[in-house]
Structures are given as C-alpha cells and as structure tokens.
C-alpha cells in the first residue's frame, strides 16, 4: 500500500510555470507507476501524464505533449510533473495516482491508489 501527496499547485498566469509533487509513504514506491490526471469544473477526470515503476516510460496526453515532463526520484519517494507554457485550459484540481508495476499509461481503472490533489489555476 502507498500514499500520495500532491503539492505544488497555485495561481499562476498564462506561459508561466509550474512544478508539482507527488510524495509516497511507504517503502514499495520503486515498485509503482505514477499517473497525473486532472479534472475541471463539470468535466471528467483526465489523463496528463504517466512515469512506469522504473522509469523508462513515460506517456502524455496530446494536449501537454512538449509543454509538460514528468520525473521521478526513487530515493525521494517523489514523482515531479514539470509544467511549462501553462494556459487557462489546464485549469483544473491535479491529482497523482500509484499502480504497481504498472507501465503509466492513461488507463484510469489500473490505478489503485490516490492523493488528495492540488488545485492549479491559470489566468489569462
């Protein structure tokens, strides 16, 4: 089992950017993928970005590919989502999500824990 902590999130203004966190209690964290999804007001959660367990995959979403990466640190127990060039439409409560041994792609169902989120807003 693993809890995340999302941290990181603020008000920012358009084309400037972000770093958030996900901090994972428990001494397994190597052995998880992390996802970043996101949901907006009256949307569906989405995919954003995903790091496998060991590191040597990583997926994005179309609408943040080139904008945002993704990393992690395994002696932190942290997983990074670097957000550059933000716009409005990323506007949205960030979440991150463990599965394990998973590959972290943008299958939803195949997470089975996660944080509480953070709250990213983008003005214009």
């Known amino acids: 089992q693993v809890q995340l902590v999302e941290s990181g999130g603020g008000l920012v203004q358009a084309g400037t950017s972000l770093r958030l966190s996900c901090a994972a209690a428990?001494?397994?964290?190597?052995?998880?993928?992390i996802g970043w999804f996101r949901q907006a007001p009256g949307k569906e959660r989405e995919f954003v970005a995903g790091?496998?367990?060991?590191?040597?995959?990583?997926y994005f979403a179309d609408s943040v590919k080139g904008r945002f990466t993704i990393s992690r640190d395994n002696a932190k127990n942290t997983v990074y989502l670097q957000m550059d060039s933000l716009r409005p439409e990323d506007t949205a409560v960030y979440y991150c999500?463990?599965?394990?041994w998973g590959r972290g792609t943008s299958r939803l169902r195949a997470y089975n824990y996660w944080g509480q989120g953070t709250q990213v807003t983008v003005s214009s």
């Open positions: 999500a463990a599965d394990l």
């Open positions: 428990g001494r397994t964290f190597s052995t998880y993928a």
């Open positions: 790091i496998s367990w060991n590191g040597d995959s990583t």
